[in-house]
């Protein structure tokens, strides 16, 4: 509720929250049909975002946002920490109706890499972490960060 409150500020407007959940906690694709819903899959002419851990073979990703968009979503996006991209998750994820995946660098992109990735970097969050714990007190961000003239 919380990160949806957030959106609502950030952007203005009204933001709906559906949450998928699965009831398997093993680790492992999900199967998108068999994931419960919190709240009602109301996205007709939205934009969705999917945020997950790790987009691994991107079955997931291609199941769910394919039964998203059949709901009516006009975009999906995901948002992921790590991308492993293993087997034919390229393909998937090129087949899927997602405008866009995005995906930290935590893990080098394939060779082929589709052109729906797009990769962020984490370099300058580690470092405040690193400084951080090293001087044992909160760094001002744009202090380390400023660019040099």
């Known amino acids: 509720r919380k990160y949806q409150m957030q959106l609502q500020k950030h952007y203005k407007k009204d933001v709906k929250l559906v949450a998928f959940f699965s009831m398997d ?15 009602h899959l109301e996205v007709e002419n939205g934009d969705v975002i999917i945020v997950d851990d790790m987009v691994d073979s991107a079955g997931t990703v291609q199941s769910l946002s394919q039964r998203i968009k059949e709901a009516g979503a006009k975009n999906i996006y995901i948002a992921a920490s790590h991308g492993l991209f293993t087997d034919h998750a390229m393909e998937f994820i090129d087949r ?38 090293h001087f044992r007190s909160v760094i001002n961000e744009e202090e380390v960060f400023e660019e040099e003239e």
């Open 96 to 133: 899927s109706p997602v405008t866009k995946v995005v995906v930290t660098d935590s893990l080098p992109l394939p060779k082929n890499a589709s052109p729906k990735i797009h990769q962020v970097s984490v370099a300058k969050f580690l470092a405040n972490v690193i400084l951080t714990e």
């Open 25 to 39: 906690t093993g680790s492992g694709p999900s199967d998108a049909e068999q994931l419960k819903t919190f709240n």
